[in-house]
């Protein structure tokens, strides 16, 4: 079955410094892989995907992230963070058609300080 | 707004109540997810539909737990004699079928049950 870890529960960056959140999945096949990000009172909003080809990522607010396959992680990274990216992050990996039967990680709650 | 909509966004119930919530897709999808996220966790797949079929439903959705589709546009989820463990957040999300569909799903912003 698949399966996603976020080994961090909370993360603390300064504005202007980067970022790296973590995500390791298991999947039997090549997998379909999401960031979703979740603002306080918000729907969860896709920041990126991937499902073949280039391994690195360009998603939405400068987000990018890395498929590597021998690491089966997916981590999610922004060079220069700023205080509106406070919220939480969700990695999920894809099942059946398209990838849409999701299974997400507990998530990291990402703290900005000025 | 032609988001996906969930009402209503707070419930408040007594145990043993039997509480509903409805969704509205983006009018265009076909797919309709139902996820339920607890403190501290990711959302889990509860169920879905293709139309007015539900196709899978998850070991998560007890007995007490159904979900509608009729027409195939919106859809109720329905959970019966509410046990404390059922607080949480009720998430719906659809996608679109085909050369539409990206693998994106689009969420709502949940409806969140409390049982006291």
């Known amino acids: 079955a698949q399966s996603v870890t976020q080994p961090d529960i909370h993360i603390t960056v300064s504005e202007g410094a980067s970022l790296e959140l973590r995500c390791n999945y298991s999947y039997g096949a090549t997998p379909y892989l999401f960031w979703y990000v979740q603002s306080p009172g918000q729907g969860l909003q896709l920041l990126l995907k991937y499902f073949s080809g280039d391994t690195l990522v360009q998603g939405i607010k400068g987000f990018e992230a890395e498929f590597k396959r021998s690491q089966s992680s997916f981590n999610l990274r922004k060079p220069s963070v700023h205080w509106s990216d406070a919220a939480e992050y969700f990695c999920a990996v894809g099942a059946g058609e398209y990838g849409n039967k999701l299974v997400f990680g507990a998530g990291t709650i990402l703290r900005v300080k000025s | 707004d032609t988001g996906v909509s969930q009402d209503p966004r707070h419930k408040i119930t007594k145990r043993g109540q039997n509480v509903t919530f409805r969704c509205d897709p983006i009018s265009e999808h076909n797919r309709l997810y139902w996820y339920r996220q607890t403190l501290g966790q990711g959302p889990e797949f509860l169920t879905y539909?293709?139309?007015?079929?539900?196709?899978?439903k998850s070991r998560l959705l007890s007995d007490r737990f159904s979900a509608e589709r009729p027409k195939g546009s919106f859809s109720t989820l329905e959970i019966q004699r509410t046990e404390q463990g059922d607080s949480a957040m009720y998430l719906c999300?659809?996608?679109?079928?085909?050369?539409?569909?990206?693998?994106?799903?689009?969420f709502g912003e949940g409806s969140r049950l409390t049982v006291l």
């Open positions: 539909f293709q139309n007015e079929a539900q196709l899978e």
């Open positions: 999300a659809s996608s679109p079928l085909g050369l539409s569909n990206t693998g994106e799903l689009f």
